[in-house]
């Protein structure tokens, strides 16, 4: 990395609009996990007063921003996109100082991240994603005359992002919830995650100049700091919020979601939360490839020390003696790697430690000893059998980092148990050849029930941003398995629908407007058409 450029300055204080503010007394600051020591920058923690400005400036802002035109709005996303390369160096530097992460890894989350917002940028230009609807009235039709029916995807109001412990750009300020809210005209109130708060100011400051150049509301976008649950759970409490996203924990996912429900007007929570993402070896892929499997699992088990939210936590087959054979070699010469944050290292141990002590597991450690001062957690593998498993429902549950479970299995029928009895999760991948798909056709149809992705001779790690990814699946891994939180999809999220009936030309929005002057693809009258 190479910049000219003068850094920016931190000032530790909420955004809230175009304005900062400090009410609150009590401050917090972020943790250098390779060094094993806080960071000195303060950030203040947002009031409850604090907290209902932002979203009354956010509701505010939506009678506005709703009506800008697509045009307007791509363009505004790119511009986020562009200030955030404008950083420069410095947000490479700073969230690699509050995470762990790599400057390599980070230089591709960025990408990840500006390349998301071009994307929405992109469809928000074409504009067929509004998903128009118009059935023409009828006035001659018998018994009864047909009225004219048009109907379209409208945004739903202030949406609150959590931004995510793992990914402190993707999955943060501008991260792909916060592309997708805006993409469907959302204001958007991001609370801050407190593992990397200078980070999240300087994104935000790059959205800040992205909103004043593009002449957006400024109540458009508002940041907020926060290290209690309490704020969290009064941001999804207050009444003008209309929706929620969120990565992170169960736990935490949870406790917003049914704080949400119980509001007396209930908002939907889009919680990605945890995942086991299982992997099934099928008999002839374990003949015929044993060891690039082994290798294989290992490589995505510790990429990252394992922390994505598709890290792959159980591996399930039948004859795997030479797996793991190997796993256990591999293993035990693993490397430990730094972790995020220490509550993240304390929460792997426990769980690791926890598995161990079940009667008929055995583990393998990496033999050199990790550092705590520098956050390190060690890579394990645990192995039992599929009875054992089936008796404890805790080795089927997600242990964030670098550990999987390898379930030996002794037929067909305790394979397909296993499948049975696992919770819902983001991905679900099989091993195998032609052959061992013609003879495990039940299993996939198992699999089916249980995942939002199914991978075929690959490994969950790694999410492609594409307009056909699906990054959700059914409960614990989401809490709504009817949406992704990556890809164009992502947008259907904060969206609702509305129909018009009999309204004049004059009124109805361009999309529905008999000559077509937003040029999108519509099905009039059951038929796909992009004609007037």
């Known amino acids: 990395m190479s910049s000219n450029k003068e850094p920016m300055e931190l000032h530790g204080q909420n ?25 000195t920058q303060e950030f ?9 400005r932002a ?14 035109s697509s045009s307007d709005i791509a363009a505004f996303l790119e511009t986020i996109a562009t200030e955030i390369l404008n950083l420069g160096d410095q947000l490479i530097e700073t969230a690699s100082a509050e995470s762990g992460l790599t400057a390599e890894r980070l230089i591709g989350e960025r990408a990840r991240t500006t390349n998301q917002l071009r994307m929405f940028a992109g469809l928000v230009r074409e504009g067929s994603w509004v998903d128009a609807r118009i059935d023409r009235a009828q006035p001659d039709r018998k018994p009864l005359p047909k009225v004219d029916l048009r109907r379209i995807l409208i945004p739903i109001g202030p949406v609150i992002v959590f931004g995510a412990s793992n990914f402190p750009l993707a999955f943060s300020v501008a991260g792909g919830d916060t592309a997708s809210a805006l993409a469907a005209r959302n204001p958007v109130i991001v609370k801050v995650h407190p593992a990397h708060p200078a980070t999240s100011e300087l994104v935000a400051r790059a959205l800040q100049k992205a909103i004043h150049d593009c002449q957006m509301p400024a109540g458009v976008f508002s940041l907020l700091h926060g290290e209690t649950a309490e ?13 929620v996203g969120f990565t992170g924990s169960q736990t935490a996912g949870r406790a917003l979601f049914d704080a949400a429900s119980q509001r007396p007007e209930p908002i939907p929570v889009y919680a990605e939360m945890g995942s086991v993402n299982p992997v099934f070896l099928l008999p002839g892929a374990v003949a015929e490839r044993p060891e690039a499997l082994a290798q294989g699992v290992k490589q995505s088990v510790t990429l990252g020390m394992g922390q994505f939210c598709t890290c792959p936590g159980l591996i399930v087959g ?3 003696a030479p797996i793991g054979d190997s796993l256990r070699k591999q293993f035990a010469e693993a490397a430990p790697g730094t972790m995020l944050r220490p509550g993240i290292l304390n929460a792997y141990q426990r769980g690791v430690e926890k598995l161990e002590q079940v009667a008929g597991v055995r583990s393998t450690r990496a033999s050199t000893v990790s550092d705590a001062a520098k956050t390190e957690a060690s890579p394990a593998v645990l192995e039992t059998e599929a009875a054992t498993f089936l008796a404890n429902p805790e080795l089927g549950h997600e242990v ?52 939002g992705r199914l991978l075929f001779n690959g490994y969950p790690t790694g999410v492609e941003v594409c307009p056909s990814m699906n990054h959700g699946g059914p409960y614990p891994a989401t809490s709504d398995v009817k949406f992704t939180s990556v890809g164009t999809a992502a947008i259907y999220r904060f969206a609702r ?28 009258d059951g038929t796909l058409t992009r004609d007037s």
Request: aromatic share 6%; net charge negative.
């Open 400 to 451: 964030f980092g670098p550990s999987t479970v390898l379930v030996h299995c002794g037929s067909r029928a305790e394979l397909e148990a296993v499948a049975r009895h696992l919770e819902g999760s983001l991905t679900a991948s099989v091993h195998g050849t032609d052959r061992d798909l013609a003879e495990h056709r039940t299993l996939i149809d198992i699999l089916e029930t249980k995942a």
């Open 44 to 52: 203040v923690n947002a009031t409850p007063e604090e907290i209902d």
């Open 318 to 320: 039948m004859n795997l």
């Open 55 to 68: 979203l009354s400036l956010a509701e505010q802002a939506f009678h506005d921003y709703r009506k800008c």
């Open 231 to 243: 704020i969290s759970i009064a941001l999804v409490r207050h009444p003008l919020a209309k929706a």
């Open 15 to 39: 955004i809230i609009g175009n304005e900062t503010s400090a009410q609150g007394k009590k401050t917090y600051t972020a943790f250098d996990p390779r060094q094993g020591r806080p960071l």
């Open 497 to 524: 629908p509305i129909c018009y009936q009999n309204f004049p030309q004059s009124l109805l929005p361009p999309e529905l407007q008999d000559g077509n002057p937003a040029n999108i693809w519509r099905t009039v």
